[in-house]
């Protein structure tokens, strides 16, 4: 069974952009989640879907958002990006988030210049 | 709110020395407890789990016992190799995501 999938691996933006990054989940997986890791802040919570809907949200401003699709694919956009939002963005599928182990894919890692 | 503190790192050891990472928690009730861990450049991978108190999981030669009475779920290897290398992260469920305490980095020399 393919693993969480990722798409880019790498990103290099300019201050302002917009940005996209997709994650395709673990076949028949309904939930996923993002995370934002830095050195300094660690490992943060963004936001959560399932079956198409945020379930939950972290404490990040709305230029971050997301959207899922009705074949659990996820995407999550940042708009006008400033260099503090440069990290590795990570995706996790799970069952349910709610009370199944998180899977967790390679990451996409954005870099804002 | 529920919280995940890890000990300070980085931690350097050498090729078959013993490893212990600390890891406590707050938390209402009785969470699961999950160690990740990350090699370079790759996302988090699943070390090991335990599910109620005193449940001991175990993999790879890792393992962690849940105790509630200290709540904490401490990481130990009797005999850590180079491949061990790694960032290592305690966590615990929240609602509908992981809370992850800082990240312990483990280096291993030969």
């Known amino acids: 069974k393919a693993g969480v999938t990722q798409t880019p691996r790498y990103l290099i933006k300019t201050r302002g952009q917009q940005v996209t990054l997709s994650c395709s989940p673990i076949s028949g997986h309904r939930s996923v989640s993002w995370y934002q890791q830095t050195p300094g802040q660690g490992l943060q919570f963004l936001f959560e879907?399932?079956?198409?809907?945020?379930?939950n949200k972290g404490n990040f401003p709305g230029r971050f958002s997301g959207r899922q699709f009705s074949n659990s694919r996820s995407e999550m956009n940042v708009s006008t990006l400033e260099l503090g939002d440069s990290a590795l963005y990570l995706c996790a599928s799970s069952l349910d988030a709610a009370k199944n182990i998180q899977y967790f894919g390679a990451g996409t890692r954005l870099s804002v210049l | 709110g529920d919280s995940v503190t890890q000990m300070e790192g980085p931690v350097t050891l050498s090729e078959e020395a013993f490893l212990t990472i600390n890891c406590t928690y707050t938390?209402?009730?009785?969470?699961?407890l999950f160690w990740y861990v990350q090699y370079p450049g790759e996302g988090l991978q699943l070390l090991l789990k335990?599910?109620?108190?005193?449940d001991k999981g175990s993999n790879k030669g890792f393992e962690a016992t849940y105790r509630k009475e200290t709540t904490s779920f401490h990481l130990e290897k009797g005999s850590v190799q180079v491949s061990d290398s790694a960032v290592y992260f305690c966590a615990l469920p929240g609602a509908q995501k992981l809370v992850f305490g800082q990240g312990t980095r483990l280096t291993i020399n030969p």
């Open positions: 335990a599910t109620k108190a005193d």
């Open positions: 938390a209402t009730g009785y969470p699961s």
């Open positions: 879907y399932f079956s198409e809907t945020q379930r």
